[in-house]
Every structure is written in structure tokens, then in C-alpha cells.
């Protein structure tokens, strides 16, 4: 009997050992992906920023730099073009109509993020 006992304790001490290292590997998993999502969209918003600084603060071909972005990078939604913090444009535009005209930086929050970052980019 306390043979069997000891048997059940350690078969149960591995399974919950199992459960925590596969619960341990998924999470580092998830986060490489949100990772490589967000260097993926760094990526993206510094090739903008390159092209807007080249053309002194105008980016005419906004589209059409966005579409070539989203397929060479992949994993991005969409890109929003916001100068002054008001987004003007969005790519693709079907299905994020309602941001337009939205002011990114009316949170103090999202200002204070934002300043940071171009100080950083500098």
C-alpha cells in the first residue's frame, strides 16, 4: 500500500512538473511572437519615418510605400500616416475607416510614448 502511495505522489509530482515547463515553453513562445510583431512594426514605422525625412515632411506615395511595407514585412494589420498626430491615411483602408481623423497624441499617455520615441530615433 505505501508502495503504491509513493508511486501516485511522484507520478503525480511529474505531471504537474510537465504541466508547468509546457505552460513555461508556451509563454516564451507567445512572447517571441508579440516580440517579433513589435520589431516587425518598429521596422516598419522607421522605413516611414527614413522616407518622410527624405522628403522633408511630405510622403506623397504613402500607399504605395505602405503596400510594398506590409508585404516585405508581413505580420502588420495596417499603417497609419498621422502628421501633426491626426491620422490622414491608412493602408489598407477597408476595415479601418473609423481611425481617420483621430488625434493619436490626445493622450497624455500616447504624447509622452511618442516624444520619447522620436527622441530616440534622433
Same mark, same amino acid.
Given at each position: 500500500?505505501?508502495?503504491?502511495?509513493?508511486?501516485?505522489?511522484?507520478?503525480?509530482?511529474?505531471?504537474?512538473?510537465?504541466?508547468?515547463?509546457?505552460?513555461?515553453?508556451?509563454?516564451?513562445?507567445?512572447?517571441?511572437?508579440?516580440?517579433?510583431?513589435?520589431?516587425?512594426?518598429?521596422?516598419?514605422?522607421?522605413?516611414?519615418?527614413?522616407? @518622410?525625412?527624405?522628403?522633408?515632411?511630405?510622403? #506623397?506615395?504613402?500607399?504605395? $510605400?505602405?503596400?510594398?511595407?506590409?508585404?516585405? &514585412?508581413?505580420?502588420?494589420?495596417?499603417? $497609419?500616416?498621422?502628421?501633426?498626430?491626426?491620422? $490622414? $491615411? @491608412?493602408?489598407?483602408?477597408?476595415?479601418?475607416?473609423? @481611425?481617420?481623423?483621430? #488625434?493619436?497624441?490626445?493622450? #497624455?499617455?500616447?504624447?509622452?510614448?511618442?516624444?520619447?520615441?522620436?527622441? &530616440?530615433?534622433?
Amino acid at each position: 500500500m505505501f508502495a503504491a502511495c509513493l508511486y501516485i505522489s511522484t507520478e503525480d509530482a511529474v505531471w504537474h512538473h510537465e504541466k508547468r515547463h509546457s505552460a513555461s515553453e508556451l509563454a516564451v513562445i507567445q512572447a517571441s511572437s508579440i516580440e517579433r510583431r513589435i520589431l516587425l512594426a518598429l521596422s516598419a514605422a522607421k522605413i516611414l519615418g527614413h522616407e @518622410v525625412k527624405l522628403h522633408h515632411g511630405e510622403l #506623397d506615395n504613402f500607399k504605395s $510605400q505602405a503596400a510594398n511595407l506590409i508585404a516585405s &514585412l508581413g505580420n502588420i494589420t495596417n499603417l $497609419q500616416w498621422a502628421p501633426g498626430g491626426i491620422i $490622414q $491615411q @491608412v493602408y489598407p483602408l477597408a476595415g479601418h475607416e473609423k @481611425v481617420l481623423g483621430r #488625434d493619436i497624441l490626445a493622450s #497624455d499617455l500616447r504624447r509622452i510614448a511618442a516624444n520619447k520615441a522620436m527622441i &530616440l530615433s534622433s
